[in-house]
Protein backbone atom coordinates (compact mmCIF):
# COMPACT_ATOMS: atom_id res chain seq x y z
CA UNK A 1 0.00 0.00 0.00
CA UNK A 2 2.02 3.38 -1.03
CA UNK A 3 5.13 1.51 -1.81
CA UNK A 4 4.90 -0.06 1.98
CA UNK A 5 4.83 -3.91 2.19
CA UNK A 6 3.36 -5.38 4.64
CA UNK A 7 3.47 -9.10 5.79
CA UNK A 8 0.27 -9.89 9.18
CA UNK A 9 1.20 -7.04 11.33
CA UNK A 10 4.66 -6.51 10.39
CA UNK A 11 5.89 -3.84 8.05
CA UNK A 12 9.27 -5.10 5.71
CA UNK A 13 11.65 -2.36 6.48
CA UNK A 14 14.78 -3.96 4.06
CA UNK A 15 14.19 -6.10 1.18
CA UNK A 16 16.06 -8.86 -1.31
CA UNK A 17 18.46 -9.79 0.69
CA UNK A 18 19.85 -12.18 -1.68
CA UNK A 19 21.04 -15.67 -0.18
CA UNK A 20 22.75 -18.97 -2.57
CA UNK A 21 19.34 -20.84 -1.28
CA UNK A 22 16.66 -17.41 -0.98
CA UNK A 23 16.01 -14.32 -0.34
CA UNK A 24 15.72 -12.14 3.07
CA UNK A 25 13.21 -9.56 3.88
CA UNK A 26 13.77 -8.09 6.91
CA UNK A 27 10.54 -6.86 9.18
CA UNK A 28 10.32 -4.85 11.95
CA UNK A 29 7.99 -7.24 14.08
CA UNK A 30 7.67 -10.54 15.18
CA UNK A 31 4.83 -12.70 13.23
CA UNK A 32 3.00 -15.27 16.16
CA UNK A 33 0.60 -17.47 14.57
CA UNK A 34 -3.00 -17.36 15.49
CA UNK A 35 -3.61 -19.86 18.02
CA UNK A 36 -6.49 -22.46 16.69
CA UNK A 37 -8.81 -23.42 18.95
CA UNK A 38 -11.28 -26.62 18.76
CA UNK A 39 -14.62 -26.34 20.29
CA UNK A 40 -17.62 -28.94 21.34
CA UNK A 41 -19.20 -27.99 18.51
CA UNK A 42 -15.86 -28.20 16.06
CA UNK A 43 -15.80 -32.18 17.05
CA UNK A 44 -19.29 -32.39 16.35
CA UNK A 45 -19.00 -30.34 12.96
CA UNK A 46 -16.18 -32.67 11.63
CA UNK A 47 -17.66 -35.73 12.33
CA UNK A 48 -19.11 -37.85 9.87
CA UNK A 49 -21.42 -39.55 12.64
CA UNK A 50 -22.98 -36.52 13.86
CA UNK A 51 -24.67 -34.95 10.47
CA UNK A 52 -28.16 -34.64 12.26
CA UNK A 53 -27.14 -33.46 15.81
CA UNK A 54 -25.22 -30.64 13.81
CA UNK A 55 -27.84 -30.05 11.86
CA UNK A 56 -30.27 -29.91 14.74
CA UNK A 57 -27.56 -27.62 16.85
CA UNK A 58 -27.45 -25.15 14.27
CA UNK A 59 -31.62 -25.15 13.90
CA UNK A 60 -31.87 -24.31 17.53
CA UNK A 61 -28.82 -21.65 17.44
CA UNK A 62 -26.99 -23.75 19.72
CA UNK A 63 -23.81 -23.66 17.61
CA UNK A 64 -22.44 -20.26 18.79
CA UNK A 65 -22.99 -21.45 22.20
CA UNK A 66 -21.22 -24.53 22.30
CA UNK A 67 -18.57 -22.97 19.91
CA UNK A 68 -17.81 -19.94 22.74
CA UNK A 69 -15.31 -19.84 26.00
CA UNK A 70 -16.86 -21.51 28.80
CA UNK A 71 -16.83 -25.13 30.03
CA UNK A 72 -19.01 -28.08 28.59
CA UNK A 73 -19.75 -31.71 27.91
CA UNK A 74 -22.20 -32.87 25.17
CA UNK A 75 -23.05 -36.54 25.18
CA UNK A 76 -23.26 -36.65 21.20
CA UNK A 77 -25.87 -39.15 19.87
CA UNK A 78 -25.16 -40.05 16.45
CA UNK A 79 -27.25 -39.98 13.37
CA UNK A 80 -28.05 -43.91 14.12
CA UNK A 81 -29.44 -43.02 17.38
CA UNK A 82 -31.50 -40.20 15.55
CA UNK A 83 -32.83 -42.63 13.25
CA UNK A 84 -34.39 -44.55 15.72
CA UNK A 85 -36.96 -41.22 16.36
CA UNK A 86 -39.77 -41.46 13.48
CA UNK A 87 -39.18 -39.48 11.05
CA UNK A 88 -42.19 -37.51 11.53
CA UNK A 89 -41.68 -36.62 14.65
CA UNK A 90 -37.97 -35.57 14.31
CA UNK A 91 -39.09 -33.39 11.39
CA UNK A 92 -41.54 -32.00 13.61
CA UNK A 93 -38.40 -30.99 15.87
CA UNK A 94 -36.91 -29.81 13.64
CA UNK A 95 -39.82 -27.49 12.58
CA UNK A 96 -39.58 -25.43 15.61
CA UNK A 97 -36.12 -25.58 16.75
CA UNK A 98 -36.33 -23.20 19.59
CA UNK A 99 -39.50 -25.58 21.67
CA UNK A 100 -38.73 -29.20 22.10
CA UNK A 101 -35.81 -29.47 20.04
CA UNK A 102 -33.90 -27.09 21.99
CA UNK A 103 -35.51 -28.86 25.27
CA UNK A 104 -33.88 -32.10 24.25
CA UNK A 105 -30.28 -30.73 23.02
CA UNK A 106 -30.05 -28.88 26.31
CA UNK A 107 -30.58 -32.43 27.75
CA UNK A 108 -27.17 -33.53 26.27
CA UNK A 109 -25.02 -30.97 27.85
CA UNK A 110 -23.56 -30.42 30.99
CA UNK A 111 -22.31 -26.93 32.04
CA UNK A 112 -18.68 -27.88 33.21
CA UNK A 113 -15.78 -30.83 32.02
CA UNK A 114 -16.86 -34.18 32.72
CA UNK A 115 -13.49 -36.42 31.27
CA UNK A 116 -14.41 -40.56 31.73
CA UNK A 117 -12.28 -40.77 34.22
CA UNK A 118 -14.72 -37.90 36.29
CA UNK A 119 -17.84 -40.29 36.06
CA UNK A 120 -18.66 -43.05 38.82
CA UNK A 121 -21.74 -45.47 38.78
CA UNK A 122 -24.76 -44.07 39.93
CA UNK A 123 -23.50 -40.14 39.68
CA UNK A 124 -26.25 -37.99 38.97
CA UNK A 125 -25.64 -35.00 36.14
CA UNK A 126 -27.70 -32.51 35.84
CA UNK A 127 -28.17 -31.23 32.30
CA UNK A 128 -28.14 -27.64 31.08
CA UNK A 129 -31.75 -28.38 30.29
CA UNK A 130 -32.17 -28.49 34.04
CA UNK A 131 -32.95 -32.54 34.32
CA UNK A 132 -30.98 -35.02 35.57
CA UNK A 133 -29.47 -37.76 34.02
CA UNK A 134 -27.92 -41.30 35.88
CA UNK A 135 -24.44 -42.60 34.76
CA UNK A 136 -23.80 -46.39 35.12
CA UNK A 137 -20.98 -48.02 35.02
CA UNK A 138 -21.14 -51.81 34.77
CA UNK A 139 -18.28 -54.18 33.64
CA UNK A 140 -16.78 -51.05 31.98
CA UNK A 141 -19.78 -50.30 29.93
CA UNK A 142 -20.64 -46.67 30.79
CA UNK A 143 -24.66 -45.42 30.06
CA UNK A 144 -26.21 -42.07 30.41
CA UNK A 145 -29.25 -42.40 31.20
CA UNK A 146 -31.07 -45.06 28.60
CA UNK A 147 -27.40 -44.45 26.04
CA UNK A 148 -24.20 -46.29 25.89
CA UNK A 149 -21.37 -44.22 25.62
CA UNK A 150 -19.07 -45.78 22.22
CA UNK A 151 -16.60 -42.94 22.02
CA UNK A 152 -15.17 -41.18 25.45
CA UNK A 153 -13.08 -37.68 26.00
CA UNK A 154 -13.02 -36.19 22.51
CA UNK A 155 -10.88 -33.29 24.06
CA UNK A 156 -11.77 -29.79 23.14
CA UNK A 157 -10.81 -26.25 23.96
CA UNK A 158 -14.03 -25.64 25.78
CA UNK A 159 -14.84 -29.09 27.20
CA UNK A 160 -14.90 -32.78 26.03
CA UNK A 161 -17.46 -34.74 23.44
CA UNK A 162 -18.78 -37.99 24.57
CA UNK A 163 -20.19 -40.47 21.52
CA UNK A 164 -23.75 -42.17 23.03
CA UNK A 165 -25.90 -44.53 20.80
CA UNK A 166 -29.18 -42.72 21.73
CA UNK A 167 -31.17 -39.38 22.19
CA UNK A 168 -31.53 -38.80 25.23
CA UNK A 169 -35.28 -37.74 26.22
CA UNK A 170 -35.96 -35.11 29.06
CA UNK A 171 -38.31 -36.92 31.51
CA UNK A 172 -41.22 -34.22 31.39
CA UNK A 173 -40.89 -34.92 27.28
CA UNK A 174 -42.07 -38.30 27.29
Known amino acids: NDGVVTIGNATVIIVDLEA ?6 VIDAILIPEEETTSVFDIIEGSDA ?4 EAAIVAAGL ?9 YTVFAPTDDAFSA ?3 DVLAELISDPTGQLTQILLNHVIGSVAMSSD ?3 GMMITTLQGSEVEVGINDGVVTIGNATVIIVDLEADNGVVHVIDAV ?7
Open 20 to 25: DNGVVH
Open 63 to 71: DETLSSEGT
Open 168 to 174: LIPEEET
Open 50 to 53: HNTL
Open 85 to 87: IPS
Open 119 to 121: LSD
